[in-house]
């Protein structure tokens, strides 16, 4: 525990308690008045239910549509299963001021829908619950289909030659074994929608503001800090308090779950109600996942000539952007690639020792901790980023013209998800083959080689991958930490939409398609990886 433990209390709980203390502070005296005042203005209530009602819309509706989904990868074998599995991932790494772009594309004014058939969702809540989906349907799909895809479906058969349909066969077996990670998969889907920042901003215009927007707004714009830091507080104890039910919850459906090769549970789909459902999975990830990301495409290639690589052309130059970079743009691939392995390797670390420590009956305060693991993924990115630049700069932490603190910004919000990936596994994994290896004389360090390793490789590598896409797409925090000589992707698109010109919005467009093209290539080879005995992660 004490590597997860000073890593959070190092770049995660000092530079918010430091930018809060700066916002609620007046002359060394604490002003907690301002918490009343603000939570008293009819305003900032209206953004707090909100926040609220639109998250748990779109966390119910992301589990209904990718449910189906996350049982297709799990228990169907079909013809290029790895590539869609890396297609359905993409959005999740992509920059939110890119994707809400996107979608007003196809819901705004001259849109898809306007032109095909004069309907306009823009300003309004559908076109952010729809956007909430694209973005977290790889939550769900990889989170519950990876633990699916493990379990033995001869216990669902058991139960049905003892005289139980196949609805109750489910419901009675199959449904309470996947209850963590679907519960672990709804947490994360409803903290991202909670905080959402860029899909609002854009597709809801003036009428909707989550507590994110909101945090942006008065630190940005009306640079009042008193009012931002109370909200930030407010968010941070409905984040807390939400996590802290979903931990006494995991911890009563705790079960040992006997685990198999996922190999061994995949079959082709047999029967009119199997080839049914995967055709709905495939026709929703086509109008839902690719039909967005075509947009992208094709406006990347839509020239002031015609369609052409234009824009891609003048990503090479840094003067054909009108002075946004000091570098030319294209230069930020290879650097959100580098920063990527790196947060993806301090990630991978610390929530691989979290998760390790947390499958331990180690008393309360560890329990706590798998719940304060998730805190910055409930966090304003605002907060985090001016965090980082009032707290590290001073001598022995002067981090604020060194590279590794990009890294450090991604890894935060990686390692929640390597917690909650593996820890699902390692819970099922049963104790009691780590005591028969410790009587026949196995160390601890060869008992978790020998034992846990084999079992949970699958989920570490989906982790892995999870913690390189979050990466990847990282821009709340690191576009006020990236240096202009070495900007990141996210913060390259932000940087070009916020400058007007065509030509300026097709780089963006440009952009944005090689990040695409990035992760899914990264996330295909991810796919490709085969362990010796399992022919799976």
Same mark, same amino acid.
């Given at each position: 525990m004490a590597g997860p433990?000073?890593?959070?209390?190092?770049?995660?709980?000092?530079?918010? $308690?430091?930018i809060v203390g700066r916002g609620l502070k007046a002359e060394g005296v604490w002003q907690f008045g301002r918490v009343g005042e603000v939570l008293g203005d009819?305003?900032?209530?209206?953004?707090l239910w909100f926040t609220t009602w639109q998250a748990v819309a779109s966390t119910a509706l992301t589990l209904l549509i990718a449910l189906p989904a996350a049982y297709v990868f799990a228990r169907l074998d079909f013809p290029c299963k790895q590539l869609l599995r890396a297609v359905v991932t993409v959005p999740f790494v992509l920059p939110t001021v890119v994707v809400g772009t996107a979608f007003?594309?196809?819901l705004g004014r001259g849109g898809l829908l306007d032109e095909l058939w004069g309907v306009r969702l823009d300003t309004t809540v559908w076109a952010i619950l729809l956007a909430h989906v694209f973005f977290n349907?790889?939550?769900?799909?990889?989170?519950?289909?990876?633990?699916?895809?493990?379990?033995?479906?001869?216990?669902?058969?058991?139960?049905? $030659?003892?005289?139980?349909?196949?609805?109750?066969?489910?419901?009675?077996?199959?449904?309470?074994?996947?209850?963590?990670a679907v519960a672990a998969a709804a947490l994360m889907v409803f903290l991202f929608t909670f905080t959402s920042f860029g899909v609002v901003q854009i597709l809801g215009g003036p009428a909707y503001s989550t507590l994110e927007v909101e945090i942006y707004r008065q630190t940005a714009q009306l640079l009042d800090l008193p009012t931002a830091a109370v909200l930030t507080l407010v968010q941070l104890a409905a984040v807390g308090a939400i996590l802290a039910v979903h931990a006494w919850t995991v911890r009563r459906r705790e079960t040992a779950l006997k685990l198999v090769d996922p190999a061994q549970t995949a079959r082709r789909p047999r029967g009119a109600g199997q080839w049914a459902l995967l055709g709905g999975v495939l026709a929703t990830v086509v109008v839902l996942i690719l039909l967005p990301l075509g947009v992208l495409v094709e406006r990347s290639l839509d020239g002031p000539d015609g369609y052409g690589f234009t824009y891609y052309r003048a990503l090479q130059s840094a003067a054909a952007n009108g002075g946004t970079f000091l570098v030319p743009p294209l230069e930020a691939v290879w650097n959100s690639l580098q920063y990527a392995l790196v947060a993806t390797a301090i990630a991978v670390a610390v929530g691989g020792l979290a998760a390790a420590a947390l499958t331990r009956r180690a008393g309360r305060l560890v329990r706590g901790?798998?719940?304060?693991?998730?805190?910055?993924?409930?966090?304003?990115?605002?907060?985090?980023?001016?965090?980082f630049l009032i707290t590290l700069n001073r001598p022995p932490l002067d981090l604020r013209t060194s590279w590794i603190l990009v890294p450090l910004a991604q890894a935060l919000v990686g390692v929640p998800f390597?917690?909650?990936?593996?820890?699902?596994?390692?819970?099922?994994?049963?104790?009691?083959?780590?005591?028969?290896?410790? $009587?026949?004389?196995?160390?601890?360090?060869?008992?978790?080689?020998?034992?846990?390793?084999?079992?949970?490789?699958?989920?570490?590598?989906?982790?892995?991958?999870?913690?390189?896409a979050v990466s990847l797409g990282e821009f709340g925090a690191t576009v006020f930490i990236a240096r202009p000589d070495n900007p990141t992707l996210?913060?390259?698109?932000?940087?070009?939409?916020?400058?007007?010109?065509?030509?300026?919005?097709?780089?963006a467009m440009a952009l944005s398609t090689i990040l695409m093209v990035v992760c899914a290539v990264s996330l295909l080879v991810l796919e490709r990886i085969r362990t010796d005995r399992s022919g799976e992660f």
């Amino acid at each position: 525990m004490a590597g997860p433990v000073a890593f959070f209390a190092l770049f995660f709980a000092y530079p918010v $308690v430091a930018i809060v203390g700066r916002g609620l502070k007046a002359e060394g005296v604490w002003q907690f008045g301002r918490v009343g005042e603000v939570l008293g203005d009819p305003d900032i209530l209206d953004v707090l239910w909100f926040t609220t009602w639109q998250a748990v819309a779109s966390t119910a509706l992301t589990l209904l549509i990718a449910l189906p989904a996350a049982y297709v990868f799990a228990r169907l074998d079909f013809p290029c299963k790895q590539l869609l599995r890396a297609v359905v991932t993409v959005p999740f790494v992509l920059p939110t001021v890119v994707v809400g772009t996107a979608f007003l594309a196809m819901l705004g004014r001259g849109g898809l829908l306007d032109e095909l058939w004069g309907v306009r969702l823009d300003t309004t809540v559908w076109a952010i619950l729809l956007a909430h989906v694209f973005f977290n349907y790889a939550v769900v799909v990889r989170t519950v289909g990876g633990l699916w895809s493990q379990l033995d479906p001869r216990q669902e058969e058991a139960a049905r $030659v003892l005289g139980a349909g196949r609805f109750a066969a489910w419901r009675r077996v199959t449904l309470p074994a996947l209850v963590p990670a679907v519960a672990a998969a709804a947490l994360m889907v409803f903290l991202f929608t909670f905080t959402s920042f860029g899909v609002v901003q854009i597709l809801g215009g003036p009428a909707y503001s989550t507590l994110e927007v909101e945090i942006y707004r008065q630190t940005a714009q009306l640079l009042d800090l008193p009012t931002a830091a109370v909200l930030t507080l407010v968010q941070l104890a409905a984040v807390g308090a939400i996590l802290a039910v979903h931990a006494w919850t995991v911890r009563r459906r705790e079960t040992a779950l006997k685990l198999v090769d996922p190999a061994q549970t995949a079959r082709r789909p047999r029967g009119a109600g199997q080839w049914a459902l995967l055709g709905g999975v495939l026709a929703t990830v086509v109008v839902l996942i690719l039909l967005p990301l075509g947009v992208l495409v094709e406006r990347s290639l839509d020239g002031p000539d015609g369609y052409g690589f234009t824009y891609y052309r003048a990503l090479q130059s840094a003067a054909a952007n009108g002075g946004t970079f000091l570098v030319p743009p294209l230069e930020a691939v290879w650097n959100s690639l580098q920063y990527a392995l790196v947060a993806t390797a301090i990630a991978v670390a610390v929530g691989g020792l979290a998760a390790a420590a947390l499958t331990r009956r180690a008393g309360r305060l560890v329990r706590g901790f798998d719940a304060l693991l998730m805190l910055p993924l409930g966090v304003s990115a605002v907060t985090v980023g001016f965090g980082f630049l009032i707290t590290l700069n001073r001598p022995p932490l002067d981090l604020r013209t060194s590279w590794i603190l990009v890294p450090l910004a991604q890894a935060l919000v990686g390692v929640p998800f390597v917690v909650r990936t593996m820890l699902p596994v390692l819970r099922a994994v049963d104790s009691r083959l780590r005591e028969v290896a410790a $009587v026949l004389g196995a160390s601890p360090l060869r008992a978790w080689r020998e034992v846990d390793l084999p079992m949970v490789r699958r989920a570490l590598l989906v982790a892995a991958g999870f913690a390189f896409a979050v990466s990847l797409g990282e821009f709340g925090a690191t576009v006020f930490i990236a240096r202009p000589d070495n900007p990141t992707l996210p913060v390259a698109v932000a940087r070009l939409l916020g400058r007007a010109g065509d030509l300026n919005y097709g780089q963006a467009m440009a952009l944005s398609t090689i990040l695409m093209v990035v992760c899914a290539v990264s996330l295909l080879v991810l796919e490709r990886i085969r362990t010796d005995r399992s022919g799976e992660f």
